[in-house]
C-alpha cells in the first residue's frame, strides 16, 4: 500500500529509513468488532501481512484482545503499535463510552515492550488511512477531477457520527480530530421540529449523531412509525427483530418499495447533506468534503448524488463557496485499521 499522491499528508518520518521495514500492529476498536492487522512498514507505506476481527463486547480488555492476536498468530518482538479509538483521546489515554475500556499507551508500552504505541481517535486515524486509498476507491458526487487545495472535511455516519478534517498548511494536509457529532441538532421544517420533540423526550441534548448515525436511522424511521404514522408491514417487524436493522431497512426500500423506509432513507440523506454542509463551513473545507462510515458504505447505491449536492449547497451567503467544493464517498473500509498502522509508522513530532 503506497500513499496516494490526492493526500498529501504531513509525514516528516516517511524520510527517515529508521521507519522502514518495521513491524507493527495496528488495532481499530469498534462496539462491535475490533480489528487487528499485522503490517511492515515499507517505502513510504505499508504491507499487511495478516488480519483478525473479534467480538469487542466478549473480551473483558483491549489488552486481551490484544494477547490472543500475538499468541495466535506466533509474533515476536512486534516493534509498535497503532490503535484507533471511537472517542476522544487525551494525554495518551480514552474512555470511550461505547467500549467500556479504560486505554492507556503507557500500559501498553509497559506490557507489551512496545518501543512506540500510539492512540488516535477513530476517524483522525481514517483520515490518514485514507491517504492509501486509491482512485477507483473514491466515488465523485461533485468534482473538478481532484481535491483541491485547502482544508477537507470528513464526515462519516456508522455506530456514532465521527467527524474529522485535514488542515492544509500550504504544502501538506495534516489530518485532526473533532467531536463535532455531539453538537446539537437543529430542525430547519414544522415537521423536523415534531421529531427534534420526539428525541428531546429520549435524550434530553438532542445531538447530531442522535439523527445520523445506525441509532440514528432507527430514531428516523420510529418517528414515521409512532408519530407521523406510516404503516410498518409485519414482515418487516420481524425482519428487524432478527437482522441488521440497516441492511433490512435498505433491503425493504429498494428491493420491496416500502414507502416508510424510502422516507426514512430520504430523510437520513437530506440530514447527512445539512450536517455535510455546517461540518464544511465550519473548517472552511475548500479543499473537499470526504464522506464515509459503514451506513454510507451500505446505501451507496440508493444515494441520488444530484439531489444531495443540491441540499449540500444551500446556504444563507457561502453557496458560491459551497457550491465548487469537490465531494467524493469513500467506498473502502478498514481505513480506521490501516491509517492508525501508517500513523504510527511514519510520524515524528
Same mark, same amino acid.
Do not use: T
Given at each position: 500500500?503506497?500513499?496516494? /499522491?490526492?493526500? /498529501?499528508l504531513y509525514l516528516p518520518g516517511v524520510k527517515n529509513s529508521n521507519n522502514d521495514n518495521v513491524s507493527i500492529i495496528g488495532a481499530n476498536l469498534h462496539e462491535d468488532i475490533t480489528t487487528l492487522g499485522y503490517f511492515v512498514s515499507s517505502n513510504g507505506g505499508l504491507e499487511i501481512k495478516l488480519q483478525n476481527d473479534y467480538p469487542t463486547k466478549e473480551y473483558p480488555s483491549f489488552s +486481551?484482545? %490484544?494477547k490472543k492476536f500475538i499468541q495466535d498468530n506466533q509474533l515476536e518482538n512486534v516493534?509498535?503499535?497503532g490503535m484507533a479509538v471511537p472517542g476522544p483521546v487525551l494525554d495518551g489515554k480514552s474512555n470511550p463510552a461505547r467500549l467500556g475500556w479504560s486505554l492507556d499507551v503507557e500500559e501498553y508500552t509497559r506490557d507489551f515492550g512496545f518501543e512506540k504505541v500510539d492512540m488516535l481517535n477513530d476517524l483522525e486515524a481514517s483520515a490518514y488511512g485514507m491517504a492509501l486509498l486509491e482512485d477507483s476507491d473514491l466515488d465523485a458526487i461533485y468534482t473538478s477531477g481532484h481535491l483541491e487545495k485547502g482544508n477537507v472535511a470528513i464526515l462519516a455516519p456508522g455506530n456514532g457520527l465521527g467527524e474529522a478534517g485535514y488542515f492544509f498548511d500550504g504544502q501538506y494536509l495534516r489530518p485532526f480530530a473533532t467531536e463535532g457529532g455531539h453538537s446539537e441538532f437543529s430542525p430547519r421544517t414544522n415537521v423536523e421540529v415534531e421529531f427534534y420533540q420526539f428525541l428531546n423526550n429520549i435524550y434530553g441534548i438532542v445531538s447530531w449523531e442522535n439523527v445520523l448515525s445506525k441509532t440514528g436511522l432507527f430514531n428516523i424511521y420510529r418517528f414515521l412509525r409512532d408519530v407521523k404514522r406510516h404503516p410498518?408491514?409485519?414482515?418487516?417487524?420481524?425482519?428487524?427483530?432478527?437482522?441488521?436493522?440497516?441492511?433490512?431497512?435498505?433491503?425493504?426500500?429498494?428491493?420491496? +418499495?416500502? %414507502?416508510?423506509c424510502k422516507i426514512a432513507l430520504d430523510t437520513f440523506l437530506e440530514f447527512l447533506a445539512r450536517e455535510a454542509n455546517n461540518l464544511t463551513l465550519k473548517l472552511k473545507a475548500t479543499g473537499g468534503l470526504l464522506i464515509s462510515g459503514d451506513i454510507v458504505q451500505m446505501i451507496r447505491e440508493y444515494i441520488d448524488k444530484d439531489k444531495f449536492y443540491e441540499k449540500f449547497k444551500?446556504? +444563507?451567503k457561502m453557496e458560491e463557496m459551497l457550491k465548487n467544493i469537490p465531494i467524493y464517498l469513500i467506498k473502502h473500509n478498514h481505513t480506521g485499521l490501516k491509517g492508525a498502522a501508517l500513523y504510527t509508522a511514519y510520524y515524528q513530532e
Open positions: 500500500m503506497i500513499l496516494n /499522491p490526492k493526500f /498529501p +486481551d484482545i %490484544l516493534k509498535r503499535l410498518e408491514p409485519e414482515w418487516l417487524a420481524e425482519r428487524f427483530a432478527g437482522g441488521n436493522f440497516v441492511q433490512e431497512l435498505y433491503k425493504a426500500a429498494v428491493e420491496e +418499495d416500502v %414507502l416508510i444551500i446556504s +444563507d
